[in-house]
């Protein structure tokens, strides 16, 4: 991963003829969980995301809604604002490919490419989808009813001839057989990436990047009676948000994008940015796909979940915790309602909430008769019994009832590790990482007993706390990425200031080594309600 110290992160354009479901909300998630952590990390972050306006089935959409076409792209464009806003997403940029300065970006490469003779004119016959925006060879269907349909919509595609202009996509075949070889990362995970060199290996074809027929787009440079093909004008606003000052933040380091367009992402993308002259993004991180309860995701079946709704309904952290501690990225799941809140039970108000608690209320008896929970304790050995679980150190580097010190490199290692797995974008293991040490405090807890120690041993009570405190501050700085409000209430409750706005001015390192006092003054609400299952 790039040492410069800007980062940029993308999620996939999103078609504006549907409000986000929570498999879209998925991969917001997950671009907006790395952007936090790169910001708090220090880094200068820019986090796109927005609509692809410019395609054929907008229009069909709009005509449907009975609406005038700009009327329905704005109201469209607002409601995927208020999901995002409603998650709480944090991106930095909000791009509509209506925008002029989108307009203005893909004419000038068109005509680049055009001038260096990598767009040439052409008649093309083939099989178009509407729904994938995309021309399909048979093998890319399947058989309904003797009929070859598009397997993701089931309908038999358009027959098309006309005269396009093509992109010699050709010409790049070995060019990026090359970067594939020395970037052995570019794609993750590992078998998406094979797929993806496979498919370069078997040859690649010229296609076209305009179209004839259609009228709502952006007009090419060299011959405005046609417009650009939906993919080279949508690819493009990677770069459209680098302008205007912003140029430094390109390459990108970072498209999160779903696993039917990784072909668009890892093919022909760095082949359009070579034609261009523009530098290759770093990587390209796919997601699958979701079922809901075992059933595909479909306006038909009225499965398609409200992420927004969702939240309020049981809470964010839920939602997060789910989609991100449940299944490794690149790996298809199923978003199961019921399994989702026995999962925030047990991980967030069982045994992150309840220990919360525990020290909060021990902690307030014991400020009754002499003061607060202090730094004077930092050097408190504690033992614990530690298993070496997969994602966490090296299986060898098991810990069974050692002495442990809060100075001891091992503290950090803890820290070290979830950097580590974030940096690879692994959320999965960055999660279950935070969550095996949470298991490790409740056990340390369970042992010491402080709720009884308290009667008998005033001192060493306060020590086991102090120790529990700064443990639980160090899961609360690791987990502040996925859950930044619930993390900026635990500091408030462990009797931290100024942690959320020290955070957000990127001092997780700072706040990691500091040495801190707890001045826990009041039991507070607690910090996950345990939700019941209807």
């Known amino acids: 991963m790039s040492e410069k110290n800007t980062f940029f992160v993308t999620t996939p354009i999103y078609y504006t003829n549907g409000i986000p479901h929570i498999g879209h909300s998925y991969s917001s998630l997950i671009a907006d969980s790395i952007a936090r952590f790169q910001k708090v990390s220090g880094k200068r972050v820019k986090f796109s995301t927005g609509v692809d306006e410019n395609s054929q089935k907008i229009v069909e959409s709009a005509e449907k809604d009975g609406k005038e076409i700009w009327a329905y792209l704005d109201e469209m464009a607002a409601k995927h604002k208020e999901v995002w806003d409603g998650l709480g997403i944090q991106y930095t940029d909000f791009i509509r490919t209506t925008e002029p300065r989108h307009h203005e970006l893909v004419r000038e490469v068109l005509q680049k490419s055009f001038d260096a003779w990598d767009i040439y004119q052409g008649e093309y016959e083939g099989k178009y989808c509407v729904g994938c925006e995309a021309f399909k060879k048979d093998d890319d269907l399947i058989e309904r009813d003797g009929v070859l349909v598009c397997p993701d919509h089931l309908k038999a595609p358009d027959l098309i001839k006309e005269k396009n202009y093509f992109f010699k996509l050709s010409k790049y075949q070995q060019q990026l057989e090359d970067f594939y070889a020395k970037n052995p990362e570019f794609v993750m995970p590992q078998d998406r990436f094979n797929e993806v060199i496979a498919f370069t290996k078997r040859g690649l074809e010229d296609f076209s990047v305009s179209r004839e027929t259609n009228k709502f787009g952006i007009k090419l440079p060299f011959d405005e009676s046609q417009v650009s093909y939906v993919w080279y004008d949508a690819l493009f606003n990677y770069i459209t948000v680098c302008q205007n000052g912003d140029e430094d933040f390109w390459p990108a380091d970072l498209h999160v994008v779903w696993k039917d367009i990784i072909r668009f992402h890892a093919i022909y993308w760095p082949a359009m940015l070579m034609s261009a002259w523009y530098d290759l993004p770093e990587n390209i991180l796919t997601t699958w796909f979701f079922t809901v309860d075992g ?80 730094t004077g304790l930092h050097n408190t050995q504690v033992e614990a019994e530690w298993y070496a679980a997969p994602d966490m150190w090296n299986a060898d580097e098991q810990v069974n009832r050692e002495t442990l010190n809060l100075s001891s490199t091992w503290m950090a ?122």
């Open 295 to 374: 059933q595909k995701i479909s306006k038909s079946l009225g499965n398609a979940i409200d992420p927004v709704e969702f939240s309020e309904t049981y809470s964010k952290e839920m939602l997060t915790l789910y989609l991100l501690s449940t299944f490794n990225i690149g790996q298809d799941g199923d978003f199961d309602q019921k399994q989702a809140i026995l999962t925030y039970n047990s991980k967030l108000a069982n045994n992150f909430g309840n220990l919360v608690n525990r020290v909060v209320v021990l902690a307030l008896k014991l400020t009754e008769k002499s003061g607060i929970l202090d």
């Open 413 to 534: 290692s803890y820290a070290h590790m979830v950097k580590l797995r974030m940096n690879e974008y692994n959320l999965k293991s960055a999660l279950d990482t935070s969550f095996a040490f949470l298991d490790m405090l409740n056990k340390f807890a369970d042992e010491k007993e402080p709720w009884k120690m308290i009667k008998e041993d005033e001192e060493g009570t306060r020590e086991v706390l102090y120790t529990l405190a700064e443990w639980l501050r160090q899961v609360g700085l690791s987990l502040y990425a996925f859950f930044p409000e619930k993390m900026s209430e635990l500091f408030i409750k462990l009797g931290l200031e100024d942690y959320n706005e020290l955070l957000l001015s990127g001092k997780l390192a700072f706040l990691q080594e500091k040495q801190e006092i707890f001045k826990i003054t009041q039991k507070w609400e607690a910090l996950f309600q345990r939700l019941e299952i209807n």
